[in-house]
């Protein structure tokens, strides 16, 4: 034992220097670059944060100009991306085909990549962000059997998305002003969360010096779980489940039954032991949403309410400092733009794909070194095979 330092899970190992993303999980704050979150979700947009996160200052507006162009001129996917898809099952998993296709972008961009070049680098990246609201929305569009749209550049980041979503060639699209706003809130809220499993994923598939794309489709392996970006999904399944208020009581016993698995889903978190400040913003948020399509009486919104006024006065939650945490509004927030439930985690991919990204460019910025945890070996003593 004396050899290693032995910390399963990693609650205590910091693996790398971050200039990107900061959290006090006792305060309940959290800074990109310096700016607290709720800040960035009052006042910038989307694009505006990814410019942040992956330059580490604000844009002029000169720069934000550009960088919305560049990114504009990357949101198709080549033509050939496209038959991939039919490669798959329609019930298929979203995020199943997003682990596909987003690694298989590596087969279009790998023969003239050089890590090693900041402007390379900046080009992947700016793909990256770009091709995700479109590779996202086919998945959609796969599984209802509609026609692929074609990104539209003339439109905001959240505006596109939407349209790519929920349009199709043979209408006009008119696109809700308050749900592409809402959209864009969420993007944000997502965009960055320092060393989770997806981003730490991330960035020990890129320490090999793997294609970024294929490292971005790692990411999205390790963030699918519920216990990470799976609980958005998992929470609106658990809101169905409770199905009525009166319900509550017993679904909190069960999350508290030792001997049962069941878990508060939208609750805890790893750093956080007060409030997630993107919980708050989220609620926020969702009663703006849907005052303002007037629908502030839904039932699950309601439901989520009533369970987190319950668990944040219930002892064990008291005790274990569980909140809310960024996953527990959201998906309400999804259903009432339109969203599926299954579409939740890929709408939680392409918002941290920029926080990936970030952090494998910071990586490969500064003197790196291969990621290699060791192991506290627990198995057989040498033995002979029998004779
Ligand atoms: N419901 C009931 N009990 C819980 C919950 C919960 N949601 N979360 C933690 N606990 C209990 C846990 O049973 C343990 O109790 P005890 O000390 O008696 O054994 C104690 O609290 C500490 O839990 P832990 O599993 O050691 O904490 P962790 O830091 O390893 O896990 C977590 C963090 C987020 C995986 C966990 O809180 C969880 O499973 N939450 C539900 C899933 C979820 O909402 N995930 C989204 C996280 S935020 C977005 C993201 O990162 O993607």
């Not at 220097?17 to 990109?32: F, V």
């Not at 958005?232 to 509550?248: F, R």
């Not at 629908?295 to 006024?309: F, G, M, S, Y």
Request: glycine share 8%; charged share 20%.
């Amino acid at each position: 034992k004396g050899l290693f330092t032995y910390d399963p899970g990693f609650v205590s190992t910091a693996a790398c220097e971050s200039k990107i993303t900061y959290i006090d999980g006792a305060n309940g704050i959290l800074l990109h670059r310096g700016y607290p979150i709720e800040q960035l979700a009052e006042k910038s947009d989307y694009l505006e944060v990814c410019y942040l996160l992956l330059n580490g200052e604000l844009p002029t507006a000169d720069e934000k100009a550009k960088f919305v162009d560049t990114i504009s001129n990357h949101t198709m996917v080549h033509e050939q991306l496209s038959q991939f898809f039919k490669g798959f099952r329609r019930d298929a998993h979203p995020m199943a085909i997003m682990c596909g296709v987003v690694g298989a972008l590596s087969a279009f961009y790998h023969d003239s990549l050089d890590i090693n070049n900041p402007h390379h680098r900046e080009v992947c990246a700016y793909r990256l962000i770009a091709k995700m609201p479109t590779l996202a929305a086919m998945c959609y569009k796969y599984s209802i059997g509609q026609p692929f749209m074609y990104p539209q550049n003339n439109l905001s980041y959240g505006e596109n998305f939407l349209r790519m979503m929920f349009g199709t060639p043979c209408a006009d699209y008119e696109v809700n002003p308050v749900l592409a706003r809402a959209m864009d809130r969420i993007f944000i809220l997502h965009a960055d969360h320092e060393q989770n499993a997806s981003t730490s994923t991330v960035r020990l598939a890129g320490s090999s010096g793997a294609n970024p794309f294929a490292c971005i489709a790692a990411g999205i392996a390790a963030l699918w779980g519920p216990a990470h970006g799976g609980a958005n999904e998992a929470v609106l399944t658990m809101l169905d489940e409770i199905g009525d208020e009166s319900n509550i009581p017993e679904f909190i016993e069960k999350a508290k039954d030792p001997n049962d698995p069941f878990r508060l889903m939208g609750f805890g978190h790893r750093v956080y032991r007060n409030f997630d400040p993107r919980a708050k913003v989220m609620k926020k948020t969702c009663d703006e949403v849907l005052g303002l399509l007037g629908i502030e009486n839904d039932p699950q919104l309601q439901i989520a309410k009533r369970l987190e006024q319950i668990a944040l006065e219930d002892e064990y939650f008291v005790q274990r400092k569980l909140y809310p945490n960024v996953d527990f509004y959201s998906g309400i927030i999804l259903k009432a733009i339109g969203i599926p439930t299954n579409m939740f985690t890929v709408i939680f991919a392409l918002s941290r794909t920029i926080g990936w990204i970030s952090h494998w460019n910071e990586f490969h910025s500064s003197p790196n070194k291969i990621g290699r945890p060791r192991q506290l070996y627990t198995g057989e003593q040498k033995r002979d095979y029998p004779a």
